[in-house]
């Protein structure tokens, strides 16, 4: 869960998912949960609220990467993100991908939905999300990550 934050920042305006993908503290969630915002604040488990950096926003592709303290993930086991790879098993239409979101105070979820269009860049499905989880990792049949 991220949520943007600046020092004489009143309470949180947003709040989305995200996932870490890196051991060394990446994690990626949608640019629409942080706007224009440098530093946010992460979520890492219901005790642990740690503070983030924005690495790189992207508010075309809608998404962010934020670093935040390593030594903060504990026992969090980072997604694979599988850059420069297609998934094992190559995204169709009709195929059915699986999302989880953290809606605030309602553990984790998961979303279920098809394919509506797949070209060579983008992946496009129709999933019905609760408010908070938006930028929540999507996985496709074979289990690989494939969108936020």
């Keep these: 869960a991220c949520r943007p934050t600046r020092a004489d920042d009143p ?8 996932a870490v993908i890196d051991a060394r ?3 990626v ?3 629409q949960a942080i706007g224009d915002a ?3 604040e992460v979520q890492l488990t219901a005790a642990i609220k740690v503070r983030g950096q924005v690495l790189a926003a ?3 592709n809608d998404v962010a990467v934020l670093r935040v303290d390593a030594a903060a993930l504990g026992a969090i086991r980072p997604v694979p993100a599988g ?3 297609p998934p094992r098993t190559p995204l169709a239409n009709g195929q059915e991908v699986v ?9 984790t979820d998961v979303f279920e939905g098809p394919i509506a269009r797949v070209t060579s860049r983008t992946m496009i499905a129709d999933l019905r999300l609760r ?6 990792p999507v996985f496709g049949p074979g289990g690989d990550l494939v969108g936020l």
């Excluded at 309470?11 to 995200?18: D, F, K, M, Q, Y």
């Design 58 to 60: 992207d508010r075309v």
């Design 25 to 27: 503290g990446l994690v």
């Design 83 to 85: 850059c420069g790879r």
């Design 29 to 31: 969630t949608s640019w």
């Design 38 to 40: 440098t530093a946010i």
């Design 11 to 18: 309470p949180p305006t947003r709040h989305a998912s995200g």
């Design 131 to 136: 408010p908070g989880s938006v930028g929540g």
């Design 99 to 107: 999302a989880l979101g953290t809606p605030i105070n309602r553990g």
